[in-house]
């Protein structure tokens, strides 16, 4: 992938409690980057199917602590983060590139060769070209504010939101999350909404319908990918979808295959 190719990034993204929805436009990489060098807090890069770096914007370089995004292009993340960090970064971005599905909200803590640290959530795209192939992989990140006792918080929702997302299929319970990380439930609440901007069980059923758009571009029947998202029946799951997205599954997968 040249510096000149163009990416997609299909759907919307949460950073927090802020949502940024629809598809971005194809845009020059470097035009890319120049439109996100306004977001100072949000590292943003581009790598191709190597998880080589090909395109970053000026917070990410800062992540990267390095000068200049010229220092950041045509290097993997071992060039910047110590090996544990660089080897979960790297296999989030080949789960992505292997199931070619967003990964959206990934609470990471990110350790620079250096000993800094830094905690994000972080989203990740694949890129694919214009007949389908996988062309690299997109990522975008918020950079969590670092101070106090905000690092045992992050650790307490890492952790929880990873069983949480590991349950998608089936039923959490927010009373057990909390016992396990030794937390009453609403301080667990708190932590939640302090991260995300909702509680456990908010995100819980988003991601679900996340998962569920997901699944719905694949050649899945709709009573497979309500099962997948731990729905009992398909009723119940185009129920909370309808809601949720104003159509049915089966119109929303109708519209975005004609988008497509």
Known sequence: MSTEAVVQL???????????????????????????DQ??????????CELRHVGANAAMAELCGVASRADVLGAGAGAFFDEA????????????????????QVMAKVVLAQGRHYWLLIGRW????????????????????????????????????????GRL??????????????VSVSQLERDFVSVFGVGPRRLFTKWRLELAVDLLGEERSIA????????KDQSAFS?????????????????KRAYA
């Open 85 to 104: 960090t660089s080897e979960s970064w790297e296999a989030h971005d080949r789960a992505v590139l292997r199931t070619r599905r967003p990964s959206r």
């Open 224 to 231: 497979d990918v309500a099962h997948a998202c731990g729905y």
């Open 10 to 36: 299909d759907g919307g993204f949460d950073i927090v409690g802020s949502q940024i929805s629809g598809a971005l436009e194809a845009l020059p990489i470097r035009q890319l980057e120049q439109v996100l």
């Open 239 to 255: 129920r909370q979808f309808g809601a949720t997205f104003g159509m049915s599954p089966s119109k929303f997968r109708s519209s």
């Open 39 to 48: 977001l100072s807090n949000v590292p943003f890069c581009l790598k191709d």
């Open 169 to 182: 299929d089936g039923l959490i319970d927010v009373g057990d999350l909390a016992a396990r990380l030794s």
């Open 126 to 165: 694949p890129i694919l070209g214009d007949c389908g192939e996988l062309a690299g992989i997109a990522a975008i990140a918020q950079r969590l504010e670092l101070s106090g006792r905000k690092d045992q918080t992050y650790r307490r929702v890492a952790e929880a939101s990873q069983l949480i997302r």
